[in-house]
C-alpha cells in the first residue's frame, strides 16, 4: 500500500510525459519549434500590474494558440485518477498508523554504499509521515482534478500534468525518506519541479525570472541543508535517522571547529539545517521566491504554497525533533525566524492588489506561525496548523483561481468588485477559506492558530514574548487583509463592466475541488483538537515526535484571557476591514496619501528585492561583467586567439607572400643574399 502511494504518481507522471512528447512530435514532426509571444496573457493568469496604467484587457479566447495534443485528456484522467487512488489509501494508512500504531518500515533497495556511508532507500512511515501522506496526496488530487477545468484551454496540458504529478511523487518521497540523503533527494526533486511548474509558461520573460529567482533563492538554503547533513555524517557517522537519534545524546555539550569559532556542535547543525527549513518554508530573509512564484498557473500556487514544498520546511525540523530538543539555542533562532516572518509577510499582505500576492503573503505569514510552534517545542502543534492550513490556504488560492477565471484571467483586485452576484458559489467557499484563515470559532484555523499561540505563551524560549506578540498582532493583520481581499473582490461595485458581465461560475472539474477543501476548512480543525494539541499527543505522535515535555500541560494553564486574544484580534481586523472599503472606501486612498513613505514600504515589500539587487545582483554582474571584458576578452583573447597566436598568423601570411612563383623574384632574393654574404665578409666579422 505504501509503495503504491509513493510511486502511482511517478508512474502519472511518466505516462503523462511520454504523451506530452508523443504529442509534441505529432504537432512539429520535422522538429519542434519554439513560438515567442508577445502577449504575456496568452496561456493564462495576467500578471497584475501595481500600476494602474499598465492594466490589459485579454480574454479566455485569446490564448488558444495551438490545438491541444493527442491524448491530452487520457493524460488529465490517468494522472488525477491515480492520484485520488493514492489520497484514498492514505487517508486508510493514516488510521492504520496513527490509530492502530502500524508503523512501517519498508526496505526497498540499497542506494549509495561509499566507504563508511551507506545508504538504503526505504520508506519509513509513522504518524508524522502518515499525516503529511494525508496532506500531499489529498490537496494534490484535488489540484490535478481543478487544473483540468482550469487549463482547458492550454495545447500543453499533458506536460503540465506530468510536473504536477512528479511535484507530487518528489513531495511524497521527501515526508518517507528514512535517512537524510534520500530526503535530500526528494528535497531537490520538489526543487527541480517547482522550477518547472513556475516557469511552465516559458515564453514569458516574468515567468521565466520567477522560476530561476525561486531555483537560485533555494539553492541558498539548500546549501546550509547540505552542510547540516554533512555536519551529522561527520559527527555520528550516519545519516539514518534511527542511528542520528541515538547518537544525538551523546554530541551534548560538544564543540566543533568552525572558521575559528568553538561553537556548539548541535546548535550549529541545527542551525544549518534551518537554513534549509529557511529557503524551502520561505522564511525572513529567504522570503523573497515565495510571491514571484505566483508567476506560475494558479493550480501550481495552490499545490507549492498551500500543501507540499513551503511545509517540507516545517517537516523536517519536526521530523529532526531529536535534535532540536537538544539545541535549545537552535530552537530560540527558530521561534525568532518564525515570528518575524508571521508579522512581516502579514504586513507586506495589507496593501497588495493581486489577489493570488495576498494569499502568497498570507501563506509566508502562516509558515511562520508554524515555526514559532517549533521553537516552543509544540511539534505536533505546528503539525496541526500545516494540517489545517492545506486545507483552506488550497481553498483560498483555487477560490480565487476561479474568480481570475471568471474575470478573463485579470488579477489585480482593483478591477473587481460587485462579484458576489455572478460567482456566489465561488463566494461562499472564499468566505469559509477566510474564517477558517482568521481562526474564526470552530473553523479548522480556530484551533490550530489559537493553539500555536497559547504555545508561544507557555514556552520556556529566550523568544517566547517575542514570538507570542508577533503570533497575535499578526493575527489581527491577517483578518484585515483576508477581509479587504473579499470586500475588494466581490462587493461594492464593480471596477470593469465588461469582465464583470462576462463573469460567470467555473465548470464543475473546478468547483468540486473547492467545495471538498471548504469542507475540510470546517471540519479538519475539531476532531484532531486532542491528537494534535491536547491529551491524545503522545499516544497518536508516539516516537515519530520529540515533544518539549511539559508544554502540552503548560499550554491549558495559561490565562483564559490569553485564550480569548486571538479571536479578539480576529475581530478588530476584520470590523477595520469593513470600515475601510464598505462603510467609508474611501479611506484607504486618504491614508495611504497622509503616510506615503510607510504605504510604499509595505508596497514595496520592505525594499528587500531592491536591498538584495543592491547588494547581490549588481556586484555578481559587475563580478562577471569584469571576467567578460578582462578576464576573458582582455588577458585570454588577448594573449590567446587575439595575441600571440593572431602574430604567428601575421607573420605566416608575410612569409607566405615571398613564394610568388617567378624565377627572376627568386633570382634576384639570391643576389640580394650572395651581396649579403659579400658585404658581411669584407666589412663585418668575417673580414676579421
Known amino acids: 500500500m505504501i509503495q503504491a502511494i509513493v510511486f502511482l504518481p511517478l508512474i502519472g507522471a511518466i505516462l503523462a510525459g511520454l504523451i506530452s512528447i508523443f504529442g509534441a512530435h505529432a504537432r512539429n514532426p520535422s522538429g519542434d519549434t519554439v513560438e515567442h509571444h508577445d502577449d504575456a496573457h496568452d496561456h493564462g493568469d495576467a500578471h497584475a500590474s501595481d500600476s494602474h496604467d499598465e492594466h490589459d484587457d485579454h480574454g479566455h479566447d485569446d490564448h488558444a494558440v495551438e490545438p491541444p495534443a493527442a491524448g491530452t485528456r487520457a493524460a488529465e484522467l490517468i494522472t488525477s485518477a491515480l492520484l485520488l487512488v493514492a489520497a484514498g489509501l492514505s487517508w486508510f494508512a493514516l488510521v492504520d498508523v496513527g490509530f492502530m500504531h502500524h508503523d512501517v518500515r519498508i526496505a526497498l533497495f540499497p542506494w549509495i554504499d561509499s566507504g563508511d556511508l551507506q545508504v538504503a532507500w526505504s520508506l519509513r512511515v509513522d504518524t508524522l509521515t502518515a499525516v503529511m501522506l494525508v496532506v500531499v496526496t489529498t490537496v494534490s488530487s484535488l489540484v490535478h482534478v481543478y487544473s483540468i477545468g482550469y487549463m482547458d484551454e492550454d495545447p500543453y496540458r499533458p506536460r503540465f500534468f506530468a510536473y504536477l504529478s512528479l511535484f507530487t511523487f518528489a513531495m511524497l518521497t521527501l515526508v518517507t525518506a528514512d535517512n537524510l540523503v534520500q530526503m535530500f533527494f526528494g528535497w531537490e526533486g520538489v526543487g527541480l519541479a517547482s522550477y518547472l511548474l513556475i516557469g511552465f509558461w516559458y515564453y514569458k520573460p516574468s515567468a521565466n525570472a520567477a522560476a530561476i529567482k525561486a531555483f537560485v533563492v533555494n539553492r541558498v538554503g539548500d546549501f546550509g541543508f547540505s552542510l547540516g547533513i554533512f555536519s551529522i555524517f561527520a559527527l555520528i557517522g550516519s545519516t539514518d535517522f534511527e542511528t542520528i537519534f541515538a547518537g544525538a545524546p551523546g554530541l551534548v555539550g560538544k564543540t566543533v571547529d568552525f572558521f575559528g569559532w568553538q561553537a556548539d556542535a548541535l546548535t550549529l547543525t541545527c542551525i544549518l539545517l534551518f537554513m534549509g527549513a529557511m529557503g524551502k518554508s520561505a522564511q525572513f530573509l529567504l522570503h523573497t521566491w515565495l510571491p514571484d512564484a505566483m508567476e506560475g498557473p494558479t493550480p501550481v500556487s495552490a499545490l507549492i504554497h498551500a500543501a507540499t514544498m513551503v511545509t517540507a520546511g516545517v517537516f523536517m525540523v519536526a521530523r529532526l525533533s531529536p535534535l532540536f530538543e537538544l539545541a535549545p539555542n537552535a530552537k530560540a533562532v527558530v521561534m525568532f525566524f518564525g515570528a518575524t516572518t508571521a508579522f512581516f509577510a502579514a504586513t507586506i499582505g495589507l496593501v497588495q492588489t493581486d489577489i493570488k500576492r495576498v494569499v502568497a503573503y498570507s501563506t509566508c505569514s502562516q509558515l511562520g506561525y508554524m515555526f514559532v510552534a517549533m521553537g516552543a517545542g509544540a511539534y505536533s502543534v505546528g503539525i496541526f496548523h500545516l494540517f489545517t492550513h492545506a486545507f483552506f490556504k488550497a481553498l483560498l488560492f483555487l477560490g480565487s483561481g476561479s474568480v481570475i477565471y471568471a474575470m ?281
Not at 483578518?479 to 473579499?486: C, D, Q
Open 408 to 688: 478573463h484571467h485579470e488579477q489585480d483586485m482593483r478591477y473587481m468588485g460587485g462579484l458576489w452576484r455572478k460567482i456566489p458559489y465561488t463566494l461562499t467557499v472564499m468566505v469559509i477559506g477566510t474564517l477558517a484563515l482568521t481562526g474564526f470559532p470552530l473553523t479548522a484555523g480556530y484551533f490550530s492558530k489559537d493553539a500555536i499561540i497559547e504555545a508561544a505563551y507557555a514556552s520556556q524560549n529566550p523568544f517566547a514574548v517575542y514570538g507570542f506578540l508577533m503570533t497575535v498582532i499578526a493575527a489581527g493583520l491577517t483578518s484585515f487583509y483576508s477581509w479587504r481581499l473579499i470586500f475588494m473582490t466581490f462587493f461594492g461595485e464593480p471596477h470593469d463592466q465588461e469582465h464583470y458581465e462576462a463573469a460567470h461560475e467555473s465548470p464543475l472539474w473546478m468547483l468540486v475541488p473547492i467545495g471538498v477543501l471548504a469542507a475540510g476548512a470546517i471540519f479538519a480543525g475539531f476532531p484532531f483538537k486532542e491528537l494534535f494539541a491536547g491529551s491524545g499527543v503522545e499516544d497518536f505522535f508516539r516516537d515519530s515526535v520529540k515533544m518539549n515535555p511539559h508544554i502540552i500541560e503548560d499550554m491549558e494553564t495559561i490565562p483564559e484571557w490569553i485564550k480569548l486574544l486571538p479571536t479578539l484580534m480576529m475581530v478588530i481586523g476584520a470590523y477595520i476591514a469593513y470600515v475601510f472599503y464598505i462603510r467609508r472606501p474611501y479611506l484607504p486612498g486618504d491614508l495611504a496619501r497622509q503616510q506615503p513613505l510607510l504605504y510604499q514600504f509595505l508596497l514595496n515589500k520592505w525594499y528587500f528585492d531592491e536591498l538584495y539587487d543592491l547588494i547581490f545582483v549588481r556586484p555578481a554582474k559587475r563580478i562577471g561583467y569584469f571576467l567578460w571584458k578582462v578576464g576573458d576578452g582582455y588577458i585570454i583573447d588577448g594573449f590567446g586567439p587575439d595575441g600571440v597566436s593572431a602574430r604567428v598568423l601575421d607573420v605566416t601570411r608575410n612569409v607566405v607572400r615571398l613564394q610568388t612563383g617567378y624565377l627572376y623574384h627568386y633570382a634576384f632574393a639570391m643576389l640580394i643574399g650572395a651581396a649579403g654574404l659579400i658585404t658581411y665578409f669584407m666589412v663585418g666579422l668575417g673580414g676579421q
